[in-house]
């Protein structure tokens, strides 16, 4: 049994999901191997991507590996982190001209540095934001790359030895300081009872590298050279990745 564990935007998605992509899946699944969705996004995110799209999955690993969900939405593994340090960080991001703040908690919330924003159910601002018990994740959007590269490094200057920041091309994806992709993967190969040699990873940005770095891996086409630099292989797609380990 091999699992491959494959990253969605600019990577499963990259060019679409379609029949061609679906049935590589589902050849690859049906020779009695594993495919995990491996993503930033959050557990309701990867959920809804796996109902609207039916790719064919068998695990669903969220927010950077700190949660890992069946396609059911049953949560076998969930690395959480204080939540007292939710207000701190978010209030760190919005110094750093960050407009909002996505928290993944018991209620995926949304905080606002402007309270004008807060148009919608559970948007905050730092002053209306009930307590945080805890998070698996904190997100957030800035306008370009070098700019998110430098707000990255202030949140791990500033809390390093409490979260792990990672930059997602424009985005930056905040766990808890001993979580990435390749950690979560060794979750779920523990969860499944597969070996090291067994998984096989695919991705496309910079919250990728622990992943590609750590197995046998994949850079797409499209990916950022970084992750090209360290990826065993190049591929243009996901079905052509399967082709060749088929």
């Not at 049906?30 to 064919?56: C, D, I, M």
């Not at 919005?94 to 948007?123: I, L, S, Y």
């Not at 998070?135 to 306008?143: A, D, G, K, R, S």
């Not at 590269?149 to 979260?163: C, I, P, Y």
Request: proline letters at 3%; one cysteine or more.
């Amino acid at each position: 049994m091999k699992i491959i564990g494959s990253d969605y935007d600019g990577t499963l998605n990259y060019g679409g999901i379609d029949e061609e992509k679906k049935s590589a899946i589902a050849e690859w699944r049906n020779a009695g191997n594993l495919f995990a969705l491996v993503s930033g996004r959050g557990p309701g995110s990867v959920l809804e991507l796996y109902e609207e799209k039916q790719f064919g999955c068998d695990y669903l690993v969220a927010n950077n590996g700190a949660v890992i969900l069946k396609t059911d939405g049953t949560v076998v593994s969930e690395i959480r982190c204080d939540g007292s340090i939710a207000i701190p960080l978010v209030k760190h991001l919005f110094a750093q001209g960050c407009t909002w703040a996505q928290v993944h908690t018991a209620f995926d919330c949304r905080v606002f540095a402007d309270k004008d924003d807060c148009t919608e159910p559970f948007h905050y601002t730092l002053e209306t934001l009930p307590e945080i018990p805890y998070f698996t994740q904190v997100n957030t959007q800035l306008p370009d790359f070098d700019t998110c590269a430098s707000v990255t490094a202030s949140v791990r200057e500033a809390f390093g030895d409490k979260l792990n920041p990672l930059q997602n091309g424009e985005c930056i994806d905040i766990i808890r300081e001993d979580m990435d992709k390749a950690k979560g993967l060794y979750a779920l190969m523990e969860l499944v009872g597969a070996g090291y040699e067994d998984i096989i990873t695919v991705g496309d940005n910079i919250n990728d590298r622990h992943m590609i770095a750590e197995f046998r891996s994949y850079a797409m086409e499209n990916a950022v050279d970084e992750i090209k630099a360290i990826a065993d292989f190049i591929t243009p797609s996901v079905t052509e990745l399967i082709k060749r380990e088929l």
